[in-house]
């Protein structure tokens, strides 16, 4: 009777028992399996987002310590200028792209001004008193213009030297424009902006690296700017008329039309002496005639016959 009663509980005893370690080593991996699963997701975030960063953050801001001093050297053989500032011609020559803290822009926004100002009082001082104020202030225009300042960064190519990252498409622009544009003298072609930016750029560097001295300013950025055949193209087109002027021009260069050159030939008679005077060769039979005339013009101020 006891022996009946025994082996029944004694194997439901032992059957209750091994359930409940089975139901608890359950529980323990599955508690195993989530803090597993949730330490690799927090490492899996933390590695994406490292990545991330790693791709879509901004570079450092500029440091003149970190800036190619190939390319300081460069842009200061261009200016023939020495900056006491490097940080200012570093921030001159890096665009937006490149750092969200420095660019170019407000330097930009000073040379612009700057420069403006540095010409106007360059022509009005310049020598020229045959110059009226209407000539001077297209003069000034011309010198500072987007095709002008555009022309010169082209011309020494000013845009390679800057700072940027993905510029892909601006870069293009601007190859485009130093291969086609620049060839034919500027043309009618539309400029990117930017070139004529990067100009003004370092204008307003130095304009601070000399202290706000205008004279300074200009005496740098005078030969980049100033052709002397402007003044002697805009001092052709002055109210003074020559009576019995002839005009006859001939083709210096042949070949296609952006290549040929043109030389103008000013011809007058004073007391039946003829005086001839032949202009510099240009790109435009009109800038040929007035560079001619403007020689014309000067002569016969210095020798007292206008």
């Known amino acids: 009777m006891n022996q009946h009663f025994t082996q029944p509980d004694g194997g439901r005893s032992a059957f209750v028992g091994k359930t409940d370690t089975s139901g608890l080593e359950a529980a323990v991996t599955t508690v195993l399996l989530a803090f597993t699963l949730h330490v690799f997701w927090r490492c899996f975030r933390s590695f994406c987002g490292l990545v991330k960063r790693l791709f879509t953050s901004s570079p450092p801001p500029c440091s003149a310590t970190k800036m190619d001093p190939s390319v300081i050297a460069a842009v200061e053989k261009i200016l023939n200028y020495k900056f006491k500032n490097k940080r200012l011609l570093e921030e001159a020559m890096t665009h937006a792209s490149f750092s969200r803290k420095v660019s170019y ?29 209407g000539q001077l202030t297209k003069l000034r225009k011309e010198c500072v213009s987007n095709k002008k300042l555009a022309s010169v960064a082209a011309e020494h190519r000013l845009y390679w030297f800057l700072r940027r990252t993905n510029t892909h498409r601006l870069d293009q622009d601007v190859r485009k424009y130093e291969e086609e544009a620049v060839k034919r003298e500027g043309g009618d ?109 000067r002569y016969l101020h210095e020798s007292g016959n206008l």
């Not at 750029?201 to 200009?218: P, Q, R, T």
Request: with cysteine; glycine share 6%; charged share 30%.
């Open 189 to 297: 072609n539309k400029c990117p902006k930017i070139l004529a930016d990067i100009v003004e750029s370092l204008a307003g560097a130095v304009y601070l690296d000399v202290n706000s001295d205008l004279a300074k300013l200009w005496e740098i950025f005078e030969a980049l700017l100033v052709d002397e055949s402007m003044v002697r193209e805009e001092g052709a087109n002055s109210e003074t008329e020559i009576d019995g002027a002839q005009n006859e021009f001939v083709v210096k260069d042949g070949g296609p039309p952006h290549e040929r050159k043109f030389v103008s030939l000013v011809k007058i008679e004073i007391e039946d002496d003829p005086i001839c005077m032949e202009g510099d060769e240009k790109s435009k039979v009109k800038a040929a005639h007035n560079s001619a005339a403007y020689r014309m013009i």
């Open 105 to 133: 822009e407000r330097l930009e926004f000073l040379g612009d001004a700057a420069l403006g100002l540095a010409v106007a009082t360059h022509f009005l001082s310049s020598g020229h008193p045959e110059l009226t104020p």
